[in-house]
Nanobody, 122 residues
Framework: QVQLVESGGGLVQAGGSLRLSCAAS????????MGWFRQAPGKEREFAAA????????FYADSVNGRFTISRDNAKNTVYLQMNSLKPEDTAVYYC???????????????WGQGTQVTVSS
């Protein structure tokens, strides 16, 4: 198993930007497909973005496509989510996840971080 730790969340005004980071333990980081999910207050957790092992394939939810960018640095065992043009509807706890299958479904991911809060004010 791997341990995932998110960071970079915070409070930002609408239209602003944040970059989330997810640091993974161990040397097997490049083995895992990585994804970002988010859960807004009172709502179910939903897919945001995912990236394949070396970044050859990337998925985005329609709600974030064009505004968010997922990337990874396997040498640093880290995956990032650059969030631009943030909207109040982006307010959520953001979770980093690892798995073996590139998917938009959380069922495909076995390892989860604790989450980091992103709040976008209007």
């Amino acid at each position: 198993q791997v341990q995932l730790v998110e960071s970079g969340g915070g409070l930002v005004q609408a239209g602003g930007s944040l970059r989330l980071s997810c640091a993974a333990s161990g040397r097997a980081f490049s083995t895992y497909v990585m994804g970002w999910f988010r859960q807004a207050p009172g709502k179910e957790r939903e897919f945001a973005a995912a990236i394949s092992r070396i970044g050859s394939n990337i998925f985005y939810a329609d709600s974030v496509n064009g505004r968010f960018t997922i990337s990874r640095d396997n040498a640093k065992n880290t995956v990032y989510l650059q969030m631009n043009s943030l909207k109040p509807e982006d307010t959520a706890v953001y979770y980093c996840a690892g798995g073996v299958l590139l998917s938009k479904s959380e069922d495909a991911y076995n390892y989860w971080g604790q989450g980091t809060q992103v709040t976008v004010s209007s």
